[in-house]
């Protein structure tokens, strides 16, 4: 192929708007600059960097641009390299008694980190996940319970053996112990992440293990389907902190020795942890002549190649300077140069420097270390971008118009994603990936398209801004309320326990009331095949764990009495079969809704459906019910309506609704009219190098997409906003929480009235914890929600702890300011250390260690005040 | 596969260039043109194409079988719009479900998409002022899409749709004189539709039809100037009612779809009667010129049941059914030949392919009368090939003909009409390689009963012969065409049909070692 001369490709993907990414050969250069360079490769980076290099432990901060005579730009990247430990875990049981007649369990671990052992015992062999607290004389010292359940016992402080760091916990039991097995989970505290063992609870079987002859059996984790889907969905797909460092449990290939005395296991870990590494880059004026000395620093030992190219005026038209090129470079395909660094003196790292004609605007580059070592910008996931021009040249970038990156970013990561699959052309199973993607994409589309067509309405031509419809709302079936509703959820993962959930519920009713909510949401009330109703069977049967149904009726009643509405949970997705079918599948239905596989998809390859493909993602552990069959929506229908009028729901929190399509949760919506839905589509923010990316509208506009499919007839859970405060408190990036527009990034930013905000729900936290918010700063969580629009939901196990005068406090004042789900909001800081925003112009609320006070001329006085927040409202 | 990497090098040659001339490397939809291929813009990274290869199918057969037509590029696939995608002027009407529905089938691997533009819309209110702005920011859509983009112009309307059947001055000058709109038997008129006899007379408000379409044309062409070279490739000019060259010869009020009767003749305005009585008075026969054939069909009724159609001893094989018959086929010819004269005046600059929709008559087609055809203005003397003349205008025009009917297929319903689509293919097919006319197709409704149609047109757009369609549109985008029953279905006829057409080995080198690629596997 003769190589085009007229423009470097050089380097892909410059920018989130690059839709000009060709896929074999060109990556040209979209002629307007990429947004994500506009305002945050440069100025507004420098800004950020300092906090992230102060956290990192560096002492230097960037230099201004200015400060240095002839110095053009200066400024030091964080560079982030990852290694890979490997390690083990273990779990030894030693089965003869010591001198006071007890048998010792031993788990350790030699990966670093600060580990905690999260477990629990249980008494009968049965293979659930009951846990119960272990009888104080067995917890070691220092152990802190975890609610009724469990313990947390910290790995000893690590001591040498052999030259590696071991860290270890000793357990004692009596030998007559009645307890059957210990379950445990191992968490390190530094990244929050969890250690899991085949996505199970680790088991040691105790009164089997002095038997002796359970030692080499294989130490099999029984399916417990109520977890099933939610666990795996952590493995797979990380979410907030697990993402990053990314550790995983591989499968259980460890070796398995046979001890006299009792057992030992071992188990591979693997821990990702990533280096920090910098690499300074100084452009300065050459003495008098027009070229530009570029200086590039970095701390990185071994051979370090910069992959770059250079553009000129404003066209972002990447080009190769003509020669002489520095030493040691090559040309990369005619469209860009590597350029090797050389290694300092001392060994300390690598540097170059050289001239650069004065006509170029700008230079680009990747850091690359080896084939498959590429660095970036690790601030935006983008190429580094070093302007070779003074503020002005800048200024003029700032000037070019971007709207649209938004829009393009789904459809331009699946470009990306061509691009880089379409080098490994013979990994076929990456093609079927790819593959997935596209049609999994393109179903999206035709669903929404779908919608749109369906009801049509007449968009102006310039593009969708989700016009919040407070002027056309009708209560009637608006699905969202009154717009002042709070929200409790009135259960956790472990509430089905005492079997009479509902009558504990109900008896707080009044309480509930008193504090200002005005909904709960009560647990999915079927027979189910697991205890916490997430799998339901019969579905006219609500006689579950939780109580009975007449149990359920009194609660719902209580609650009316006490002026709140009730939500039902509803599980619409998938549903446990009753019987098998001639093949012995499970996908024969009982109870009054008997329905046979045709009520299956037919792409769910478990239950071998003979329905029609799924209209959405696909829950593993159960048969995925069929939506576009008829007979399945009317009798859904049917029985949501028979819910309301049976039991006295007011409305649903609907499971898992991203296995089907929202045009149906429309027509379930218009037949049961609730006074308030709320769906859950819960699927993963954006991510580059395991690092949350700043801007998540891909994210929020696939959960908005959805409530669009239901017309709007339900709310959906804000995942965006939780997953934005997650990475603001704990990194104290407070500046996520303004989006590139100045308003909220998540899904409240778009559309308010139907986002349910929360941060924190029976799944992510509770005994689960697949995505706890970061902890210790739940109330600074609460009061971003609680003060925003939206309508906030609070999680039980919050109300029922030491957060809930602070919590009832927050509360009163968004009642007292009457604070609704479309308040008006201003965000006045969102910086490093600090987030603060007036809300309506009647309350003002900052969150942070940073300093703020509001100011103007409105008499502020302090409505309430706690650790790194603060909450303001108008004195009356 | 040389045929097709050769092809491939002039494409990516000519993307290269287009990109430099035009500074933003996205604005064109990239396209193999069918004939056009230089003007070929920038690329469509995830062309389709792609997709085709990566799902395993082959490209058409016809590479390797077939050795009448290497000089054929893949046909290219378009997907209709919706037809009252625009239907004040000014606003795109559901222009989400628009965008969303351009980028799922770009996605798919549509090269391009038609938008439906009527004269009703962008035209409104007066004569002096054109409202293209709704039109104009469809096609930056699909510019931006990257998709190509098949106008075409409507100057009749679609009875039954949200669209206005004609421009209001239009209608005002109709209702002062109804003669001018198509007028059946029994005096109903056509109110969507003018008449072919009045193509140059001056009645609409002083002045000519034809000086109206000539406007409209110059119009379009100058509002859409800078996307002739890059987006718009295909403009398809309506010669008719539903944008088809014939006449309306189904009951007035409906727009003919799923119409399977005969038909009526549609020749009894004042002006048509003017003309066939001229007419028949140069052919020395003034009493014939007097009116329509006494013994003609109701429109419902079965060939048999009149005179006229009868197979054996009709009226259609006398002197006056061939004198009649010829001078009113005559008349449809004239009148597409009129309009496309305009048409090639006022947009011959721009580097388009010009085309225009045939009816497909297939029902009746057992009949040796041919009577569907004949009511709708397609006969030629001698029981040939009705089709004929209008292959031949067509050609000399240099005008593509779309073929309505890819996707008919033989059913029971069709079978009582004496249907035979296949046979009708053959015979349009025949007609236009005789004069050495291009075609392309389109189905004539949503596959979403049969859908043995999907294969039909998938063996009617990758044949192997020589009249082998440029382009297939796919009709069209809407409610039901996103719907689970349709879509589905949909998805799978494409994946079958779309050709393979991934970059060069040498080119992915280029990707394989560029960072973006590795990052696809972070750590």
New interface residues.
């Given amino acids: 192929?003769a190589v085009?001369s007229?423009?470097i490709?050089a380097?892909?993907?410059a920018g989130p708007t690059a839709?000009?990414?060709?896929?074999?050969?060109?990556?040209?250069?979209?002629?307007r600059p990429p947004v994500a360079w506009r305002c945050r490769a440069t100025l507004p980076r420098r800004v950020r960097l300092g906090g992230v290099v102060a956290r990192a432990g560096a002492a230097e901060t960037p230099v201004a641009g200015s400060g240095e005579a002839g110095l053009l730009f200066s400024e030091k990247f964080p560079l982030r390299r990852?290694r890979?430990v490997e390690g083990k875990a273990w779990v030894r049981v030693d089965a003869e008694p010591d001198g006071e007649g007890k048998c010792k369990v031993v788990i350790g671990c030699d990966v670093e980190g600060k580990w905690v052992l999260h477990w629990g015992v249980s008494y009968d062999g049965e293979q659930g996940r009951e846990w119960d607290q272990p009888p104080s004389d067995m917890r070691p010292p220092g152990s802190v319970p975890i609610k009724d359940y469990a313990i947390e016992t910290s790995l000893d402080t690590p001591h040498n053996s052999e030259g590696k760091t071991i860290h270890e916990v000793q357990i004692k039991i009596d030998k007559g112990t009645s307890i059957a097995a210990i379950n445990f989970v191992l968490k390190e505290e530094e990244t929050g992440a969890w250690f899991q063992h085949k996505g199970q609870d680790f088991r040691i079987p105790l009164s089997g293990s002095f038997g002796g002859d359970l030692l080499g059996t294989e130490q099999d984790i029984d399916v417990r389907p109520g977890a099933l889907g939610h666990l795996s969905n952590v493995l797979q797909k990380p979410e907030g902190p697990i993402a990053e460092p990314?550790k995983t449990v591989p499968d259980d290939k460890g070796s398995r020795t046979k001890h006299i005395s009792g057992f030992y296991e071992e188990y591979p870990i693997l821990k990702?942890v990533y280096v920090q590494n910098f690499i300074t880059v100084n452009v300065r004026e050459n003495n008098g002549t027009t070229k530009h000395a570029v200086e590039f620093d970095t701390d990185i030992p071994g051979e370090v190649i910069i992959?770059w190219g250079v553009c000129k005026d404003n066209?972002m038209t990447w080009e190769i300077p003509p020669e002489p090129h520095p030493p040691a470079t090559k040309i990369?395909?005619q469209?860009a140069l590597q350029t090797m660094l050389q290694q300092k003196a001392d060994g300390t790292g690598n540097s170059l420097s050289f001239l650069l004609d004065g006509e170029y605007s700008g230079l680009i580059f990747?850091v690359?270390l080896d084939e498959?070592?590429?660095l970036?910008n690790v601030e935006n996931g983008f190429?580094f971008y070093i302007p070779l021009t003074r503020a002005d040249a800048e200024a003029d970038k700032q000037k070019a118009d971007d709207k649209s990156s938004q829009a393009d970013g789904l459809?331009s990561d699946?470009?990306?994603?061509?691009?880089?699959?379409?080098?490994?052309?013979g990994q076929r199973a990456k093609?079927k990936v790819?593959?997935e993607d596209?049609?999994q994409?393109?179903e999206r589309?035709?669903?929404?398209?779908?919608?749109?067509?369906?009801s049509?309405?007449?968009?102006?031509?310039e593009?969708?801004v989700y016009i919040d419809d407070s002027s056309i709302v009708k209560p009637a079936c608006s699905g969202t309320g009154s717009g002042f509703e709070i929200l409790c959820q009135g259960f956790n993962w472990e509430s089905h326990k005492s079997g009479k959930w509902y009558v504990e519920l109900g008896s707080k009713a009044k309480e509930l009331s008193s504090m200002g909510f005005t909904i709960v949401w009560s647990p999915p009330p079927t027979d189910s095949v697991s205890p916490e109703g997430y799998m339901p069977r019969d579905l006219y049967n609500l006689n579950s764990r939780y109580g009975t149904m007449e149990e359920l009726k009194e609660a719902v009643k209580r609650f009316h009495e006490a002026g709140m509405k009730v939500l039902g949970d509803a599980v619409l997705n998938h549903r446990c079969a009753q019987f098998q079918n001639q093949n012995g599948v499970w996908n024969i239905f009982g109870g009054r809704l008997n329905w046979d596989d045709r009520a299956v998809v037919a792409d769910d390859p478990h239950f071998q459906g003979r329905g029609?493909?799924s209209?959405g993602d696909n829950f593993h552990a159960a048969p995925n019910i069929d939506h576009?069959q008829e007979f399945v929506r009317s009798d859904l229908k049917e029985w949501l309506c028979w819910m309301r009028k049976e039991v006295g729901y007011d409305g649903w929190r609907l499971d898992f609704v991203r296995g089907f399509w929202g045009g149906y949760v429309h027509d379930y919506l218009e037949a049961s009219e609730p006074y308030f839905a709320v769906g859950e589509y819960w699927d993963s923010l954006s991510y580059?190098?395991?690092e949350m990316d700043y801007n998540q509208d891909a994210h929020r506009q696939r959960i908005v997409d959805w409530i669009n499919a239901t017309n709007g007839t339900a709310g959906a859970f804000d995942v965006t906003t939780k997953g934005i405060l997650h990475s603001a408190l704990e990194r104290s990036e407070y500046w996520r929480l303004s989006d590139e527009k100045g308003k909220p990034p998540g899904v409240l930013g778009w559309w308010p009235s139907r986002a349910v905000t929360f941060i924190e729900n029976h799944d992510t936290g509770s005994t689960q914890g697949h995505w706890r918010f970061p902890f210790g700063m739940e109330l600074q969580g609460y009061v971003y929600i609680l003060t925003h629009p939206g309508t906030p939901a609070i999680f039980y196990d919050h109300i029922f702890s030491h957060l809930q005068p602070e919590i009832a406090k927050l509360i009163s004042i968004r009642n007292r300011q009457k604070i609704h789900c479309r308040s008006k909001i201003k965000i006045l800081k969102a910086e490093g250390n600090l987030y603060a925003a007036e809300i309506d112009e009647r309350v003002t609320m900052k969150i942070g260690a940073g300093h703020f006070e509001p100011s103007g001329p409105t008499n502020w006085v302090v409505a309430a005040e706690g650790q790194d927040y603060k909450v303001w409202e108008v004195s009356s | 596969m040389c045929a097709m990497s050769s092809l491939l090098a002039t494409h990516h040659h000519a993307a290269r260039c287009g990109a430099v001339r035009r500074e933003n490397a996205w604005i064109a939809p990239a396209r193999v043109g069918f004939r056009h291929a230089r003007r070929g813009g920038g690329r469509d990274e995830l062309s389709a194409a792609g997709l085709g290869r990566f799902l395993g199918y082959a490209t058409a057969d016809h590479k390797n079988k077939n050795h009448e037509v290497d000089d054929l590029e893949p046909a290219r696939l378009f997907v209709g719009l919706p037809i009252d995608t625009v239907t004040d002027g000014a606003t795109v009407n559901s222009a989400r479900g628009v965008t969303s529905g351009m980028r799922a089938v770009k996605l798919l691997g549509a090269d391009g998409v038609e938008l439906p533009v009527f004269w009703s819309v962008a035209q409104p209110e007066s004569p002096d002022r054109f409202s293209w702005a709704g039109y104009r920011a469809v096609a930056d859509m699909a510019r931006d899409e990257g998709l190509s983009l098949r106008v075409t112009l409507h100057f009749h309307g679609s009875p039954g749709g949200a669209v206005p059947l004609l421009p209001v001055w239009v209608s005002t000058a109709a209702a002062d004189d109804p003669d001018i709109l198509f007028t059946d038997r029994s005096g109903g008129r056509h109110d969507d539709c003018l008449s072919f006899a009045v193509d140059e007379l001056p009645v609409i408000h002083g002045r000519s039809p034809l000086d109206c379409y000539d406007a409209f044309f110059r119009s379009f062409a100058d509002a859409f100037q800078d996307l002739f070279d890059s987006t718009i490739t295909d403009v398809t000019v309506g010669l008719g009612p539903n944008g088809e060259l014939r006449y309306p010869s189904y009951p007035p009020g409906s727009d003919g779809q799923g119409f399977t009767g005969v038909g009526e003749f549609q020749c009894y305005d004042r002006y048509m009667l003017e003309q066939l009585r001229r007419h028949a008075a140069e052919a020395g026969e003034p009493l014939w010129g007097l009116s329509g054939p006494h013994d003609a069909p109701r429109y419902g009724d079965s060939p048999d049941a009149c005179g006229f159609f009868n197979d054996h001893g009709g009226s259609w094989q006398s002197a006056y059914g061939d004198f009649f018959l010829s001078w009113y086929a005559g008349q449809l010819v004239g009148h597409g030949d009129r309009v496309l004269a305009v048409a090639n005046g006022a947009l011959g600059d721009t580097p388009v392919e010009a085309s225009a929709k045939v009816p497909f008559m297939h029902w009746w087609h057992g009949a040796r009368s041919r009577p569907a055809e004949a009511v709708a203005g397609f006969y030629k003397s001698g029981g040939k090939n009705g089709y004929s003349p209008v292959a031949k205008m067509f050609a000399r025009r240099g005008c593509t003909v779309i073929v309505p009917g890819m996707d008919v297929c033989m059913n029971k319903q069709h079978r009582i009409t004496g249907s035979s689509p296949d046979q009708l293919l053959v015979q349009i097919k025949n007609a236009c390689r005789r004069h050495g006319a291009r075609i392309a197709g389109e189905n004539a409704s949503l596959v979403v009963t049969h859908t043995s149609s999907f294969s039909r047109i998938r063996s009617n757009v990758l044949t192997a012969e020589r009249m082998r369609p440029g382009h297939f549109t796919y009709q069209r985008m809407g409610e039901a065409f996103f719907s689970p029953e349709h879509w589905p279905a949909f998805v799978e006829f494409v994946r079958g049909v779309v050709c393979g057409e991934w970059p060069d080995e040498d080119e992915d080198r280029d990707v394989a070692d560029n960072p973006n690629a590795m990052e696809a596997q972070p750590v």
């Fill in positions: 192929m085009a007229w423009s490709p380097i892909p993907r839709r000009g990414v060709l896929l074999g050969g060109a990556f040209v250069t979209a002629a990852s890979t990314h990702t992959h066209t990369f395909r469209k990747v690359k498959y070592t590429w970036r190429d459809i699946i470009r990306n994603l061509v691009v880089g699959l379409s080098s490994r052309r093609n790819l593959q596209i049609l994409e393109i589309l035709a669903a929404e398209a779908y919608s749109i067509f369906r049509p309405t007449i968009d102006t031509v593009e969708s029609n493909k209209s576009s580059t190098y395991g």
